[in-house]
């Protein structure tokens, strides 16, 4: 397929579209959309016309899925991995180039957002969620870490979250999302075309004005009174107090649910070490608690070896700038792709989908310090990722 066909641009008003376009594989990335989405966004970088650009996926089950692993899995005999390594190099890239891009980025996040999906849009001025966003990065399950930079969010989310959803690789939805900061904006999946519509109507209002560009304080404006918490297009006294009726439900609802899910993360993730962490999970099963159970359940299923680096990647991320875990994960994306457990991981879940990985080590108890270690190890002849800015 053409760069044309799996990325479709267009440019309406002043707004420029790229919409990720294969969603039959739902819309995983592949080093010919990297590229084709890094040469449109230098494109409309010089393109004076163009004051926004929106990212979007094709059909309506989700924006990405990621890196298209299959494409990895059918290279790995390959002289050192050199078609795996050339994509993560060039997607960190891509995603270090959206994160510092000149104009406003929005990003709609409907439907699944996994991996790759998530580290090209973490960086996007806005990232705008609905009741069907499925958010992931589910990169343990296939003996993998959570790369594209995202240990430099994740170590930053409060109450441990960001270890929850690296170790397990678990989804979440809109209302967490919202909650630690992973999203500005929620619509309902049917208002995404009735959003894009209103920016290029404003945008052209404000050119028809002679302003140069949208401030940050206007594009604020559109999106929130196109929220469901911020619409207030009301006909009678009536439909407003309905109306607030309703939002004080969804808003009581909302902290129900962010509540539990830190009080969850807070518990059981606030342990100096992994295995501190397993221990309070264990405890917690012996007491009952289902929460703990099943995530417990979920970490005994993970490539032994991927945990352990997670955790002490995470806490290197602490310190470190994001541009500085991007180069990080060329090195610890290397490793991985020697070690064996990424390719196991993909053909247990993606190829055979018999869904019993034979890690190595198979126990987390298998796994020493000097393993982990050497995962951070630079190589001799590292890849110095070019980045624009």
Known sequence: MTHDTIVRTDIQGTVGFITLNRPDKLNALNIEMIDAIFSVLRAWEADQEVRVVVMRGAGVRGFCAGGDIRELYAARET???????????????????????????????????????????????????????????????IGFFPDVGMRFFLSRLPHHAGRYLALTGESIGSTILLALGLAECEVRADEQDLLQERLIATLSEASGEGLESPSQE?????????????????Q???????????????????????????????????????????????????????????????????????????????????????EETLIEDVRLSRH???????????????????????????????????????????FADETKLAFLR
Not at 250 to 255: D, G, L, M, Y
Not at 260 to 278: N, R
Request: charged share 30%.
């Open 218 to 234: 206007a594009l604020e404006i559109l999106l929130r009174k196109l929220c469901h918490r911020f619409q207030g297009d009301v």
């Open 79 to 141: 002289r050192d991995h050199l078609p795996a390594r050339r994509f993560f190099e060039r997607e960190y890239v891509l995603d270090h180039y959206v994160a510092t891009y000149p104009k406003p980025i929005l990003a709609f996040l409907d439907g699944i957002v996994m991996g790759g999906g998530v580290g090209l849009t973490a960086g996007a001025r806005y990232r705008i969620v609905t009741e069907r966003t499925r958010w992931a990065m589910p990169e343990s399950g």
């Open 236 to 322: 009678s006294q009536e439909d407003a107090l309905l109306q607030e009726d309703a939002a004080q439900g969804k808003e009581e609802a909302f902290n129900r649910e962010v509540q539990a899910f830190f009080q969850k993360t807070e518990q059981y993730f606030s342990g100096d070490s992994l295995k501190v962490v397993i221990q309070k999970l264990e405890a917690g099963r012996a007491d009952g608690d289902a929460w703990a159970d099943k995530t417990l359940g979920t970490l005994s299923g993970r490539s032994p070896t991927a945990l352990f680096v997670i955790w002490e990647g995470l806490r290197r991320a602490q310190t470190m700038r994001y």
């Open 336 to 378: 991985f792709l020697e070690h064996g457990d990424f390719y196991e991981g993909i053909r247990a879940q993606v190829i055979d989908k018999d869904r019993r990985p034979q890690w190595r080590p198979a126990r987390m108890d298998e796994v020493n310090a000097e393993d982990v270690e050497r995962f951070f190890e630079p």
